[in-house]
């Protein structure tokens, strides 16, 4: 048979930015070296840009990290759902649907 490569361990972590990043990520995210990474939340944001990102105001912003050359961070699709109201809901979800543009324009200007 084949040889087998060992996952890393999904417990341990590494340091990106100031933030914890599970290993098991980032093993992927160097092996698969993404054109674009979007973070959906702050936490995956800071998770992943490091702490000082703040999502409401850098949503939707091309920025890069250690890990990624262009990470673009947008609100958490749940939270769409999780609005007050219909007016908060439309407003959160132009919100997403903008920044996933962004996203769509970055790609689009790439060659895959």
């Known amino acids: 048979m084949g040889t087998s490569r060992e996952a890393p361990d999904p417990q341990e972590t590494t340091t990106v930015g100031d933030e914890s990043l599970p290993s098991m990520l980032e093993a992927e995210l160097r092996s698969v070296s993404p054109s674009i990474v979007v973070c959906l939340g702050a936490t995956a944001a800071q998770s992943m840009i490091g ?61 895959l």
């Open 51 to 111: 702490p000082q990102f703040k999502l409401m105001q850098q949503r939707g912003q091309l920025v890069s990290c250690a890990l990624a050359q262009q990470v673009v961070a947008t609100i958490h699709p749940s939270s769409v759902l999780r609005a007050r109201d219909s007016n908060a809901r439309r407003a959160a979800y132009e919100m997403l649907v903008a920044d996933l543009k962004v996203v769509a324009r970055i790609l689009g200007s790439l060659r």
